[in-house]
Each structure stands twice: as structure tokens, then as C-alpha cells.
């Protein structure tokens, strides 16, 4: 079964046609790229997914479960890490996570709590409250809390944007390592380096429409030096 197939998704906001007809399939276990510059409408892609937004037309189906549909079950499927730093300031880190926690009907999962904060370097910011915490580290957080009900598809929204080095390298050992484990992964990103290093596909957008998708080897080598190169810009 696809871990996500979109097909033929169309969305509108106003006169402004931010998906025109996009389809696409990811597998099981892929760590998968979605590429495109400012407005091609990745975050609107995932607002769908995430069950934020509807599309005009078409479906998304998560782990075979329709977005719309089969919310509940699509969403407890999906980990989404979005671009806005959005908390309660006055919980601490453990009580952000905790509370993701209860959204998803999980009451006792401490210890994958624990190991989550581990992996991203969040425990000695445990007992923080989130409105101490740097703009880094409240990042590590939004992952986090994509993560409490291991889910086995985790869509990430430019998670590096703006990050430094030493954030980057942690977040890509985590989720490198979830990824190995089985987890899809799909992570979209304005960096063509970052795609190249981490995802075994990429799709490419531009103003709402798919302008390609293949194996990351395949479309480098198709890349160099044509228009899709200026298209990331
Ligand atoms: P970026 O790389 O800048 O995050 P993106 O690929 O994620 O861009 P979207 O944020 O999906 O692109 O935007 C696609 C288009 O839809 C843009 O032209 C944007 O201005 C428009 N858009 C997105 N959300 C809304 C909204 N809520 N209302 C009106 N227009 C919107």
C-alpha cells in the first residue's frame, strides 16, 4: 500500500490557482523530496494532507485512509512538521509533548518521550517553559511533536529553514534513523543539496502544477545546467 497518493488535486484560493491538477505517489519506507521555489504550493499540499484545508477536487489518501473521509484515521497516521512556530508559552517541553500526546488518545508513552527529547538534545530543556526557549530549540520541539505517536508517515515543511548546522545534522541523524526503521519519510525544502543527500525521490513543483518527479539521481543528472536548476532559485 502507498504510505500517500494524491491524485489530481486541485485548489483554489480566490482567483489564485495554488494546485492545478497534482498526482503523485509515495511508497512505503521512501524518503521522499518535494522541491519547488516560494508560492509552488508545497505548504498548501500539506495543509491538505494534514486535514487543515480541503482541496476543490481530488484525493489524498494517507496509508490508504482518505484525508477527508477517514480523517481521524488518515491523521493519526501522519506526523506533520509545519513552518510555524506555534505553542503554548507557558507549558513546559515535556507538558507540549504530553498534551500532543492526549490529542492523539496516548496517555502513557513517557519513555518515547523521553527518547525523542534525547535524540533532538531537548533533555536538559525538559522542565523549560516553551517561551524561554531560542527559535532553534522551540524548532526541535515542532518535531518533536510530530513524533509522540510514531507515526509512520512524517511530512516535514522546510524544517531547515533559517536552522543551524548543528541542528541540521541533528535533525537528519533522527530522522534518517526513523527512516531506516520504516517510517516514509517526505520532506520539502528549497535546498536541492539537502534533497540530494537525504531523499531517494524528488518531485519537483512550480505554480500549483508537478514539473517532474524521479529517482534523485535520475533528475540531477537531468537538472544540470537546464531550467528546472533556475525553477529552485
Ligand atoms: P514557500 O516555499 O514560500 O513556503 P510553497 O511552495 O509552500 O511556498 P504555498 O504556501 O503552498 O507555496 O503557496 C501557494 C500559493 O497559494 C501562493 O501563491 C500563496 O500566496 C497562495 N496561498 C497560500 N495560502 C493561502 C491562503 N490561505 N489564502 C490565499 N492564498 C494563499
Redesign the pocket.
Known amino acids: 500500500m502507498a504510505a500517500l497518493q494524491i491524485t489530481d488535486v486541485h485548489k483554489r484560493?480566490?482567483a489564485?490557482q495554488?494546485l492545478g491538477g497534482v498526482s503523485f505517489t509515495v511508497e512505503e519506507g521512501e524518503f521522499f523530496g518535494l522541491l519547488?521555489?516560494?508560492?509552488?504550493?508545497?505548504?498548501?499540499?500539506i495543509s491538505l494532507l494534514a486535514g487543515l484545508s480541503r482541496a476543490d477536487s481530488g484525493t489524498v489518501r494517507v496509508q490508504g485512509y482518505d484525508v477527508v473521509n477517514q480523517y481521524r484515521e488518515a491523521r493519526s497516521h501522519l506526523g506533520v512538521v509545519p513552518?510555524e512556530l506555534v505553542f503554548d508559552p507557558f507549558f513546559t517541553v515535556r507538558e507540549t509533548l504530553r498534551m500532543q500526546s492526549g490529542y492523539f488518545g496516548i496517555r502513557r508513552n513517557d519513555d518515547w518521550i523521553d527518547e525523542i527529547m534525547a535524540n533532538l538534545d531537548l533533555t536538559n530543556k525538559a522542565d523549560t517553559n516553551m517561551r524561554a526557549l531560542s527559535g532553534g530549540m522551540k524548532r526541535r520541539v515542532l518535531v518533536a511533536q510530530a513524533l509522540v505517536h510514531k507515526p509512520p508517515v512524517i511530512v516535514l515543511d522546510?524544517p531547515t529553514a533559517g536552522v543551524d548546522v548543528e541542528l541540521r545534522q541533528t535533525l537528519w541523524k533522527f530522522i534518517s534513523r526513523l527512516n531506516r526503521e520504516g517510517h516514509t519519510i517526505i520532506l520539502?525544502t528549497?535546498y536541492l543539496e539537502e534533497a540530494q543527500a537525504l531523499c531517494s525521490r524528488i518531485a519537483m513543483?512550480k505554480l500549483?502544477k508537478l514539473l517532474a518527479l524521479d529517482k534523485t539521481s535520475d533528475l540531477i543528472n537531468r537538472i544540470s545546467g537546464s531550467q528546472l536548476r533556475v525553477t529552485l532559485a
Not at 36 to 45: D, R, V, W
Open positions: 484560493y480566490g489564485l495554488a519547488g521555489p516560494n508560492g509552488a504550493g508545497k505548504t498548501t499540499l513552518q522546510e520539502t528549497h513543483m500549483g
